[in-house]
T-cell receptor
Framework: EDQVTQSPEALRLQEGESSSLNCSYT??????LFWYRQDPGKGPEFLFT???AGEEKEKERLKATLTKKESFLHITAPKPEDSATYLC?????????????FGQGTTLQVKP | DAGVTQSPTHLIKTRGQQVTLRCSPK?????VSWYQQALGQGPQFIFQ???????QRGNFPDRFSGHQFPNYSSELNVNALLLGDSALYLC????????????FGSGTRLTVV
């Protein structure tokens, strides 16, 4: 069964304390892995797409990496404004519609 | 450049009633997908519309139906509402020829009482 699991469910960091979020996936053929940021009561905001193992992408304090079984979202020296829920989603290679399969998310709180 | 627009933003309905949610895709996008997000969970795929046809459907009952109009906008209809239908309903648009790069709207918060 296709599955996406994120850990931890919740993470509390002090401002400047770097950490990583994990996204493990089991799908039969991966077309792409997506990271989104979601603020309370809002829709997901696109961050990154990764397509092949070994690929890395960066945006400000965020860096996403991909292996054959999991992806990491590294947060370097986070600030309070980085507080949000981070969602991971996969798209199967066999999908002709682009359906995304989401994990349950990691809620990050960064304290000043 | 307007992104994905959803209406209404909030809605309260009584169990057994019917509801219609609306979505206007991002300019240049021709495909609309609908997702249901329960509190504390990730979004779950309901269905996708392209060329006014339902292309794929997730694990949702027939009470959930949709429509896409010639201008690419879309509606999600839910009949015989249950308390468990309370959720944030998200619309995502994309370009069928590209098939990735989804833009999400801010969602409609549906509460069933």
């Amino acid at each position: 069964e296709d599955q996406v699991t994120q850990s931890p469910e919740a993470l509390r960091l002090q401002e400047g304390e770097s950490s990583s979020l994990n996204c493990s996936y089991t799908v039969s053929g991966l077309r792409g892995l997506f990271w989104y940021r979601q603020d309370p009561g809002k829709g997901p905001e696109f961050l990154f797409t990764l397509y092949s193992a070994g690929e890395e992408k960066e945006k400000e304090r965020l860096k996403a990496t991909l292996t054959k079984k999991e992806s990491f979202l590294h947060i370097t020296a986070p600030k309070p404004e980085d507080s949000a829920t981070y969602l991971c989603a996969v798209q199967k290679a066999s999908s002709n519609t682009g359906k995304l399969i989401f994990g349950q998310g990691t809620t990050l709180q960064v304290k000043p | 450049d307007a992104g994905v627009t959803q209406s209404p933003t909030h809605l309260i309905k009584t169990r057994g009633q019917q509801v219609t949610l609306r979505c206007s895709p991002k300019s240049g996008h021709d495909t609309v997908s609908w997702y249901q997000q329960a509190l504390g969970q990730g979004p779950q795929f309901i269905f996708q519309y392209y060329e006014e046809e339902e292309r794929q459907r997730g694990n949702f009952p027939d009470r959930f139906s949709g429509h896409q109009f010639p201008n690419y906008s879309s509606e999600l209809n839910v009949n015989a509402l249950l308390l468990g239908d309370s959720a944030l309903y998200l619309c995502a648009s994309s370009s069928f020829s590209v098939n990735y790069g989804y833009t999400f709207g801010s969602g409609t918060r549906l509460t069933v009482v």
